[in-house]
């Protein structure tokens, strides 16, 4: 995580330059001669680490000037320092975030403090979002916001920061975000930007239950993505799979179809459409998958049942070999 790089390359650069140069109060908006005094022991202790110290001297111009948006976003940040998932340092970095001014790096703060709340971290991270438009952000914190941001699957935030990256440092962000939109059914576009970990939480967890063959658990959730995003290629495809589970043929052909016309790279709807081809067919399909996206373990495990049902034995261990190099464990005899 690049987010606690934060402080000394804006706070403290930014801050102490006026500080430091004697430039006066007016670029800082302190009321007070003496607070300039205060913010340089601040920023020496922060140099020093005393993050606990720094917030102690700091804690009278917060109270002098409430709502001076660059000394909240000060304390957000030296609470991040001293305790990043601490409830104290939430409510600073969401206290400092909600004022006029402020920028995205109170808000990604708070989007770490929230931990595991993933709806909470998500409505931070949008917050964050519209605070670039507000603030201008150096790239380590378009980083930051992209990393955060794809813990939580919100894919085209991901792409967005990535306009603002270095191509080596965008390019591992945009290849994970290509390979999981296909892999989900989420192409760009498809849905609100703040919903896509929404729906890509609801279809991985449909996609589970369908591959731990639990149709009834897996119904549930197709239902539900058909009644919150329909219209959405994932949405198509886990129809498509759980059809195909349930042995339902022709409407998983259907759904299957409907998925591919609206994402024609879509993984699970490709992995299906083998299932329901002819042996050769879906060996070629299969393959293909593979070629395509090395990681996606199940078109390996499908095309290894394919190859024991034709006792082709050389590409089966071939095919054994390159599943053991990819995930570092023997392949499965089992194709679902």
């Not at 440092?169 to 970990?197: F, I, N, T, W």
């Not at 879906?282 to 390996?300: F, K, N, Q, R, V």
Request: proline share 5%; with cysteine.
């Amino acid at each position: 995580m690049n987010l606690h790089r934060t402080l000394m390359l804006v706070v403290v650069v930014g801050l102490a330059s006026h500080v430091w140069a004697d430039a006066g109060t007016p670029g800082l908006g302190l009321k007070r001669a003496e607070d300039e005094q205060r913010l340089k022991r601040v920023f020496a202790l922060f140099e020093e680490r005393k993050f606990d110290a720094a917030l102690a001297e700091l804690q009278p111009v917060l109270d002098a000037q409430p709502e001076l948006v660059t000394m909240q976003e000060l304390a957000c940040e030296l609470r991040a320092r001293q305790s990043p998932t601490a409830v104290e340092t939430l409510m600073q970095c969401l206290k400092a975030g909600a004022l006029p001014g402020a920028g995205p790096i109170s808000w990604l703060h708070a989007a770490t403090a929230q931990g595991s709340d993933g709806t909470s971290v998500v409505q931070s991270l949008a917050k964050a979002r519209a605070a670039f438009d507000v603030k201008q952000a150096p790239a380590f914190v378009w980083e930051t916001f992209a990393e955060l941001s794809l813990d939580q699957r919100c894919f085209t935030w991901v792409e967005t920061a990535a306009t603002h990256l270095e191509p080596d440092v965008a390019k591992p962000l945009l290849d994970s975000v290509g390979k999981q939109r296909r892999r989900l059914g989420l192409p760009a576009g498809a849905v609100p930007e703040a919903r896509e970990a929404e729906f890509a939480k609801l279809a991985a967890e449909a996609q589970k239950r369908i591959n731990l063959d639990e149709p009834k658990a897996a119904a549930a959730l197709v239902s539900k993505a058909e009644t919150t995003f329909p219209k959405v290629a994932g949405t198509y495809a886990l129809r498509c799979a759980l059809d195909e589970l349930t042995k339902k043929a022709a409407s998983a052909k259907k759904a299957c179809a409907a998925a591919l016309e609206a994402q024609p790279d879509n993984l699970v709807a490709r992995l299906v459409s083998s299932a329901l081809s002819k042996p050769d067919d879906a060996i070629a399909d299969l393959t293909a998958i593979i070629a395509a996206d090395p990681g996606y373990e199940l078109a390996y495990r499908r095309l290894g049942a394919l190859y024991r049902r034709k006792k082709d034995a050389t590409a089966l261990k071939t095919l054994e070999a390159a599943y053991q190099a990819q995930f570092k464990r023997p392949l499965p005899r089992t194709g679902s």
